[in-house]
């Protein structure tokens, strides 16, 4: 039996399938929210705060372990606004738009 030659190609990029598409539809909806408040790609045309978005992140965490699922503001869940905002420090890491003003210690602090 012959295998499919793209498969081995295939193996070696992101097993994008492994994304359950519930999480992918909670981000998509916190990012529709955003593109709605401040333009879709935002993130893309100007500078942004790494610690921007790790306080919106740290926002939507404490919110949901208090029992909160959806935002009261956007009607999003908390978890897709989460997804969301690591997506864009990720995408504004990649475009080199995003400012690293993250507090780096000189020797970490051990758990």
């Not at 999480?23 to 993130?43: F, I, L, Q, R, S």
């Not at 690591?86 to 995003?98: P, R, S, W, Y």
């Amino acid at each position: 039996m012959n295998l499919d030659p793209k498969r081995e190609i295939g193996a070696m990029k992101a097993p994008l399938h492994l994304i359950p598409p519930i999480a992918m539809e909670k981000a998509a909806w916190a990012h529709a929210d955003g593109a709605v408040k401040y333009g879709a790609y935002n993130w893309r045309h100007v500078n942004v705060c790494a610690t921007t978005y790790l306080a919106a992140i740290m926002r939507h965490l404490d919110a949901f372990r208090n029992g909160e699922d959806c935002a009261k503001d956007s009607g999003c869940h908390h978890l897709g606004h989460i997804i969301a905002n690591c997506n864009i420090l990720l995408d504004a890491e990649q475009a080199g738009t995003l400012v690293d003003d993250r507090f780096k210690q000189e020797k970490p602090i051990e758990p």
